[in-house]
């Protein structure tokens, strides 16, 4: 019987997300003539020597551990190298510390920027004011990059707004600090002489 040169019965998928803190098992399934040989490469590094283990196992994901994965198989007759998988870690941290107030004279317009969060994928953002979801309208918009945006103010806009973020993948979810903004009449007083 011909040895047979290793090859796979199934290539990873390209991409796979994972939870922070779980456990990830990579399985390389490879046939060929035995013994095989299997060896882990992390990002173009070295991960394993070569060995007769077919998997590699991270007990608790961080997202440190986010990259691409790939084997390489061997046996006496030559060797073959897996397709890479680019591991993907699912994580929320928090909202990181930002504008904490802002004045406006009514009648102008108010951004509001939401807070930086650290997260993957990136979360969905919804704004409240006072603890009341904020609904758009004519006059207030929600930006790609979830600015709120207040085109004219008026007195009852002011109050404490805070960004709810929710990563969608992990379930997770966070409020930020809240901003104060705070809205004032200017009034121009006309004297005749």
Same mark, same amino acid.
């Given at each position: 019987?011909?040895?047979?040169?290793?090859?796979?019965?199934?290539?990873?998928? $390209?991409?796979?997300?994972?939870?922070?803190?779980?456990?990830?098992?990579?399985?390389?399934?490879?046939?060929?003539?035995?013994?095989?040989?299997?060896?882990?490469?992390?990002?173009?590094?070295?991960?394993?020597?070569?060995?007769?283990?077919?998997?590699?196992?991270?007990?608790?994901?961080?997202?440190?551990?986010?990259?691409?994965?790939?084997?390489?198989?061997?046996?006496?007759?030559?060797?073959?190298?897996?397709?890479?998988?680019?591991?993907?870690?699912?994580?929320?941290?928090?909202?990181?510390?930002?504008?904490?107030?802002?004045?406006?004279? $009514?009648?102008?317009?108010?951004?509001?920027?939401?807070?930086?969060?650290?997260?993957?994928?990136?979360?969905?953002?919804?704004?409240?004011?006072?603890?009341?979801?904020?609904?758009?309208?004519?006059?207030?918009?929600?930006?790609?990059?979830?600015?709120?945006?207040?085109?004219?103010?008026?007195?009852?806009?002011?109050?404490?707004?805070?960004? $709810?973020?929710?990563?969608?993948?992990?379930?997770?979810?966070?409020?930020?600090?809240?901003?104060?903004?705070?809205?004032?009449?200017?009034?121009?007083?006309?004297?005749?002489?």
């Amino acid at each position: 019987v011909d040895d047979v040169p290793p090859y796979f019965k199934m290539e990873p998928p $390209q991409a796979q997300v994972h939870l922070e803190g779980n456990r990830l098992v990579l399985t390389c399934m490879a046939e060929g003539s035995w013994p095989l040989e299997f060896k882990w490469i992390y990002n173009g590094t070295e991960l394993t020597r070569f060995s007769l283990e077919y998997r590699y196992l991270i007990p608790s994901l961080d997202r440190s551990h986010a990259g691409h994965y790939r084997c390489i198989v061997r046996n006496r007759v030559g060797a073959i190298m897996q397709c890479s998988t680019e591991v993907q870690v699912a994580y929320m941290g928090g909202f990181v510390e930002g504008e904490r107030s802002q004045t406006v004279s $009514q009648g102008d317009g108010a951004l509001i920027h939401v807070p930086r969060i650290h997260s993957f994928p990136r979360p969905q953002i919804t704004w409240f004011r006072d603890g009341r979801k904020i609904p758009s309208s004519s006059r207030i918009a929600i930006t790609l990059d979830n600015t709120l945006v207040i085109l004219s103010t008026v007195a009852p806009d002011a109050g404490r707004y805070y960004a $709810q973020a929710v990563n969608d993948k992990n379930g997770e979810n966070k409020t930020s600090l809240p901003i104060t903004l705070t809205t004032f009449c200017f009034f121009v007083l006309f004297f005749r002489v």
